[in-house]
């Protein structure tokens, strides 16, 4: 086997979560490269929570609907995926719980026998079918072993005498090839933004939780010691954003995180960011809605939104990646262009890629470097909103000896106070559009569209369809064009990836086309529109099957 | 007022007799007075928020932040995070502290963050004409309210106080230089300090001849007992003609939020050392 699928499931509650972790880093461990997609519905305990972990030799960013082992810790999981099973389908489940019928490929384990005879806790039923499955794939004990002792450490004995009682419970199916690449960290995209917002000089982070941001928000808070970061957690999302402004105010460098409802709350502040030019990254998890919606699931729904929010007109930066290495690199230079241009940038993401687990490659990452901003030259008397031909006005930060700094969510002169006066009310709008034209013009020096393949028939895509898209289209030859930066929109790149294409095929997750709706008002029609609005990410099978008909 | 150095060129756009400029030259004079015993002028920053009062911002020739709406102290509260040296006032009105923004003021009391709130309460929205406020009388005919306001005022002295604030004041403007002690006292607190200001909109609620029926200095003989402080500030239920107390309610130590930050303001780790460290555990 040089790929392979498993799925874990079970109530909420029974570490499933963690479960498709410790699985991935098992096949990180043997060189593959993962990636996990991870169900769950909106409870604390109960309900059917599933983890789907592919491993493959090469970088993958989506899942098979069909799996090669399954991992039952409850009846559902037995139940309700068999649609995935294939012939030669391994399945291994709880004795106590599951009642295995109609198949003949299973090892049933007693894990209430194995608990009670080794000591083990009700959490570890998890890591007693992991020691099945690793027995199954023919997966040396060792690896298994070195996997529990760095990531799991506590009650570690326990853990390892079940895991061997699952591994010496179930028999050998299968033999997966250890591979010769050095092993990758394993971390959702979540965990990838915070380390580039930290990378490119992150000092505080500002979250109230919402799904699928709150990740980012723990993640940030464990790290804060270690990191020198301020982290906090607030009355509301409109504390969120105005808190992150006073910082800006103070020069420390501060990212947000949230999702659409939350978001809302944060549009208020959004304004104030855009009119004071105070720049804050927005970690925008994309959710299905309207409303309430699907809370932990997924949905791209929020692209016109994003583009919209906040009364009157001021520029913003959005980009949008489509797996790990993107989301590092690119909320990186999400923050250092935020503060170069002095407005918000958001860092527009969904389920899908905020807690998906991806296999990280620093090295193909790249670096987006800590870059500082235009500071105040420190001559004369400041100015801080001085008009220049950029539209940058130089920064300074208070306590600043002598001088006066003042920031406005008025209309405002140069120096920081109000004015109802006509012509700087022109000049002031001005200047911000001079900003968005400076900036594009320095997006002009990044990858802002990403081309993989050569046909003359091209999937575009944005975001977390990306890994699926590539396969697929890698599967007909077809080409697959991916905007990196949707605001201010990259036209030049985009003409240059549309030469020679002669069909275009949106594929997003959402009901109504808002990047054919972006695209058609930059002028660029296209032909044929694969949406998936449920709230599940596009499986290979899924695309394949709706691009099939439109190719035919 | 012009020549001062603490006071910028802006031209000042309130109604002739306003309750503003009594807290304009008060907090002038206070800031003049910490800094002759030694404030950096440049560590004072100030943050308003919309409204009449807001106009402070503009007046006032120091550091600001003109926030909008209601949120004067999340602003603030990450000002002060930045920079433990700054000094930061706030500049509210009832319709900000009280309404808009009434969840904030409640965080920054719980969170004692060291800043100083000075709300300019004068019982009606000034900026949009003439609506009742949270703390106008039940009955008030107030452009919103033709028929009378069918809500009694709550007494945000008392919400400040169950909420952690750790110094409560009110003040009355005219009475100068009690205000004065008060405000002055309000920045010089560490911790969550509120001077509630019974300030006079003469346009649309003009009370002071009400107010100087009714207003009387109290001095609570134990500042730090919170009993003292609840029963001196419910005297006066901002419903009933009076009597009014102002003065200093309650001033108490404890440690602010500001005192665990973890923000790294020099800088000192080695972010990419950390990173290389974060990677390897992910393996």
Redo the contacts between chains.
Sequence with gaps: MDEVSILVGGIAGDGINEAGITISRIFGWLGYHIYMYYDYPSLVKGGHNFAIIRAAGHKIGACSDMVDVVLALNQDTFDLHRARWREQTIVIYDRDKVQATGTTQTSGIPLLQVLQEEGGLPVMRNICMIGGLCQALGIPWSVLEGVLRKHIPKFLDANLRVARRGYDAVSNQSTITPLSDPPLPVLIGNQAIGLGLLRSGLQAYVAYPMTPSSSLLEFMARSAQEFGLQVIHPENEIAVMIMALGFAYMGVKTAVGTSGGGFCLMTEGLGLSGQAELPVVVLMGQRTGPSTGLPTYTSQGDLLFIMNAGQGEFPRLIVAPGDAEEAYYWSGVAMNLAWKYQLPSFILSDKILCEGLYSFDSTAAGDPGDEPPTLWSGDGSYQRYRLTESGVSPLAFPPQLGQVIKSNSYTHDENGITTEDAAIARAFADKLQRKEESLARELDGYETVKVYGQGKTALLCWGSNKGVCVEIANKFGLRVIQPLVLSPFPVKAWEAALQGVDRTIVVECNVTGQLSKLLQQKGYNTDYRILKYDGRPFSLEDLEEEVRKVIA | MSTSRLI?S?PNQWCPGCGNFGILNTVRSVLEELISEGL?L??V?V?SG?GQHA?M??YL????????HG?T???????K???P??RVICFAGDGDAYAEGL??L??AAKRNIDITAIIHDNRVYGLTTGQYTPTSPFGYKGKSTPAGSREYPFNPLEIALASGATFVARGYPPRAEHFQGLVKDAIRHKGFSMVEVLQVCVSYNNLYDFYEEHVHEVKVTHPSSYEEAAQAIRIWDYNSEGPIPIGKFYQVERPGFEEF????NL???D??A??QE??????
């Design positions: 910028t802006a950096p440049e560590n920053v943050v919309i106009k911002a503009d020739n120091v550091n600001s932040f003109y926030s909008i949120r102290f999340p602003a603030a509260t990450a000002i995070l930045s920079e040296d700054m969840d904030h409640i965080f930050s973890t923000l790294d800088q000192t780790v972010r990419e950390k990173l974060t990677l390897a555990r992910l393996i």
